[in-house]
């Protein structure tokens, strides 16, 4: 396969993927989506312990600080 | 309820060692139980990812926030689109706003929904007719 032509199939795969993401952010915000057999993703249960999981590593290394501050400080760069 | 969550709103709920994490924190567990439904600009996720990642000095954890935010159903990413940048560049030039606080005014324009942020600045300078929200007026 052509470098060129590996390229367009992955930014086409990217473009369906999300494509498919939003639609299914649409359908979980209708509150539907567990119902609905289409949402093959995680549950709301399994969403907690992935972010409970992420927020623990976070605070184990993180310096914290003020969010305000730094997003501020980010947007001035 | 649909908002506009601004980029401060993440990085204080995912951060326990952040200054407003308890306020911000039962924001972000309503959109896990898909109470809320958040709308943000792609930017958003950019400034989390990175102000986390030089918290933390880790590119883990960095990768982690990205894959697990731009993946959860409950928040709807947006592109920033040229027409986006055009009517962003409006509000900047109305409010005098940094160009990121014009892009997410934008996005609560466009949908017509509230802006929620800890950013005292933006809610004072927004245009009127753009409701601007923080955490503890959410309170129910």
């Keep these: 396969m052509e470098q060129e032509e590996r390229i367009s199939l992955i930014n086409e795969i990217k473009q ?7 639609k299914r952010s649409q359908l979980a915000s209708t509150g539907d989506a567990e119902g609905s057999g289409i949402y093959q993703g995680l549950n709301a ?33 | 309820m649909r908002l506009v969550i601004d980029s401060n709103i993440f990085i204080s709920s995912l951060d326990p060692k952040d200054i407003f994490h308890s306020e911000c924190y039962p924001i972000f567990e309503k959109i896990l139980n898909f109470e809320i439904e958040a709308l943000c600009p792609a930017l958003v996720l950019v400034e989390t990812a990175c102000v986390l990642r030089r918290r933390t000095n880790s590119v883990e954890v960095s990768r982690n926030v990205y894959k697990s935010l731009s993946s959860l159903p409950g928040i709807n990413w947006f592109d920033i689109t040229l027409a986006v940048a055009e009517r962003a560049c409006l509000i900047g030039a109305k409010t005098g706003l940094k160009g990121g606080d014009a892009i997410v005014l934008q996005v609560a324009e466009e949908h017509g929904i509230p802006l929620l942020t800890k950013d005292k600045e933006i809610k004072q300078r927004a245009p009127a007719g753009i409701l601007v929200v923080e955490p503890d007026e959410m309170q129910t």
């Excluded at chain 1, 249960?45 to 980010?74: H, M, P, Q, Y």
């Design chain 1, 45 to 77: 249960t399994e969403w907690k312990d992935v972010f409970s999981r992420c927020t623990e590593e976070i605070g184990r290394l993180s310096s914290g600080g003020n969010s305000v501050e730094d997003v501020a400080s980010e947007r001035q760069r």
């Design chain 1, 16 to 22: 369906i993927e999300r494509e498919l993401y939003l």
